[in-house]
């Protein structure tokens, strides 16, 4: 079993930026796919991010591309992803997610993490 805890969330402006972390502990042996996804009240989860298990390739949802990077640093296990010129519409809980075989824009990982609630507002 693996645990993805995040933290990093809060409320932010509109125009602002923030970096979410997630850290995984417990069978951490092995490499893991990593990513985000995010889903706000009312609406369907969404892919943020994800970054493969050798940290070289990486994939974004349109809607967050070219204002989002994510990246891991494999000595901590943690991933983290930064986000910059935030909207409104950013608000949402965002999930760590962590697989060792799945990598992709589809929410088929099978590790989950509580989520991190980040409100975008001026």
């Not at 994800?50 to 940290?55: D, S, T």
């Not at 910059?84 to 088929?108: F, H, M, N």
């Amino acid at each position: 079993q693996v645990q993805l805890i995040e933290s990093g969330g809060g409320l932010v402006q509109i125009g602002g930026s923030l970096r979410l972390s997630c850290a995984a502990s417990g069978r951490t042996g092995t490499t893991y796919a990593m990513g985000w996804f995010r889903q706000s009240p009312g609406k369907e989860r969404e892919f943020v991010a994800a970054i493969a298990w050798n940290g070289l390739s990486y994939l974004y949802g349109e809607s967050v591309k070219g204002r989002a990077a994510i990246s891991r640093d494999p000595a901590e296990n943690t991933v983290y992803l930064r986000m910059v010129s935030l909207k409104p519409e950013d608000t949402a809980i965002y999930y760590c997610v962590a697989d060792e075989e799945y990598w992709g824009r589809q929410a088929a990982y099978g590790y989950w993490g509580r989520g991190t609630q980040v409100t975008v507002s001026s």
